[in-house]
């Protein structure tokens, strides 16, 4: 299985911004697609972000012109750069990795927006 090690959560204010990590312990040549899904207490959970190996992105309609999904393949680490947050992003945030061992899940961050 690919390892995703998670970083980069806390609490900020409206407004703020966050970057979210996830680090890969394979090559993501290797993997097919990375993104982010959320999840808050007593709501469905929310797929944020996704990029392929093409470099193609898809982003859920409530974060579209707010976040922004990268790779950076020298280190193998995927990025969700979060700005103009509002209350409503407050959610745990999971990475995951598609590739041909399967899929694979960060172990979670937390984000709170509030001010």
């Known amino acids: 299985q690919v390892q995703l090690v998670e970083s980069g959560g806390g609490l900020v204010q409206p407004g703020g911004s966050l970057r979210l990590s996830c680090a890969a312990s394979?090559?993501?040549?290797?993997?097919?697609?990375m993104g982010w899904y959320r999840q808050a207490p007593g709501k469905q959970r929310e797929l944020v972000a996704r990029?392929?190996?093409?470099?193609?992105?898809n982003y859920a309609d409530s974060v579209k012109g707010r976040f922004t999904i990268s790779i950076d393949n020298a280190k193998n680490t995927e990025f969700l750069q979060m700005n103009s947050l509002k209350p409503e992003d407050t959610a745990g945030y999971y990475c995951?990795?598609?590739?041909?061992?399967?899929?694979?899940w960060g172990q979670g961050t937390q984000v709170t927006v509030s001010s």
């Open positions: 990029i392929t190996r093409d470099g193609n992105t």
């Open positions: 995951f990795a598609n590739s041909l061992f399967g899929t694979s």
């Open positions: 394979v090559s993501t040549s290797r993997i097919s697609a």
